[in-house]
């Protein structure tokens, strides 16, 4: 329970030295020191019949009590760490109360550190239920790693690589982790590296991000139009072989070669039907396509 209860007093004492410091000017020094040296006297009384825990109770006690003649210098005890004792032991002016050696404050416990101690705490002193939770709390902490700034991610470079004559991004993923964004002409890649190696990479087309306006994208589908409207493209736009040869004053005779490249043959009408045209709507353009595809 020792370690329990030094840090409760700890706790207790950083929130009051502002207290004493405040007190020491109204008081005669004299008076003060007499009292610093009061106190040390009874911890060591204290010390010598009932061991460290008397001298803590004492002080928890003087704590507790406002208006203890003692209170005053209890208010200023600080938990520090004393090698002779070899423990966080009460100290005043950093020396310990038990021992009479000097003592170093305590280091700042990170956020981490902290979580520690308490599973600590739990682990060896809780009921069976805590002890669990300790040991949970436990595992958790000792998988995090603590990382610079405590952020996962961090942004190394972003803007213009004048040598590249790119617009690229940079950042840092946990220790051995790294994300390249990269803007091309077309688009943009996102690299991603382990340690060593690249472990993943994906490009991304500026088509993706702006897509065409709805006309141009229309899909082939003939779902998208009916066969009335079919019947409507064809007739509009399909011509026999003898009518497409007179008008481009091919030969009839092996014509086939020289309409392929710019008409397609739609069979079920025998019609040569241009593949794109000027003159085409979109949505004609779209009709044109599925049948191309027979
Ligand atoms: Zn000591």
């Known amino acids: 329970m020792f370690s329990v209860t030094i840090h409760r007093i700890v706790r ?16 005669n020094m004299g008076k003060v020191k ?10 060591e009384r204290l010390y010598q019949k009932g061991g460290v825990s008397a001298v803590i109770e004492f002080i928890n006690e003087a704590l507790r009590q406002g208006d203890n003649v003692y209170s005053p210098v209890a208010q200023n005890v600080q938990y520090e760490r004393c090698e002779a004792c070899d423990n966080e032991m009460p100290s005043l002016n950093h020396t310990c109360l038990i021992c009479g050696q000097s003592t170093e404050p305590l280091p700042v416990l990170s956020f981490l550190d902290e979580l520690r101690e ?3 705490e739990l682990i060896a ?23 610079p700034n405590n952020l996962y991610f961090e942004l ?39 340690q060593n190696d690249i472990v993943d990479t994906m490009a991304v087309w500026e088509d993706t991000l702006n897509p065409l306006e709805d006309d141009d994208d229309e899909p082939i589908d003939p779902n998208n139009f009916s066969l009335a409207e079919q019947e409507d493209f064809l007739d509009q736009w399909g011509q026999l072989t003898d009518e497409v040869c007179a008008e481009l004053g091919y030969d009839e005779e092996g014509s086939d070669d020289l309409l392929m490249v710019d008409y397609f043959y739609y069979e079920p009408k025998k019609y040569w039907i241009p593949k794109s045209a000027s003159m085409y ?14």
């Open 281 to 294: 709507t979109p949505r004609e353009q779209s009709i044109a396509d599925y049948l191309k595809l027979g």
């Open 34 to 43: 007499n009292e610093i040296q009061e106190f040390t006297e009874v911890c």
């Open 156 to 194: 190394m470079a972003i803007g213009k690589n004048d040598s590249l004559q790119r617009e690229e991004i940079e950042i840092n993923c946990g220790e051995n982790g790294k994300i390249m964004i990269v803007k091309t002409d077309e688009g943009f890649v996102i690299d991603v590296y382990g």
């Open 12 to 27: 207790i004492t950083e929130c009051t030295v502002l207290l004493l410091t405040t007190l020491i000017p109204n008081r």
């Open 125 to 147: 002193f809780g009921d069976s239920h805590e002890k669990a939770k300790g040991r949970g709390m436990m595992d958790v902490i000792n998988a995090i790693r603590p990382l």
């Open 118 to 120: 308490q599973a600590n």
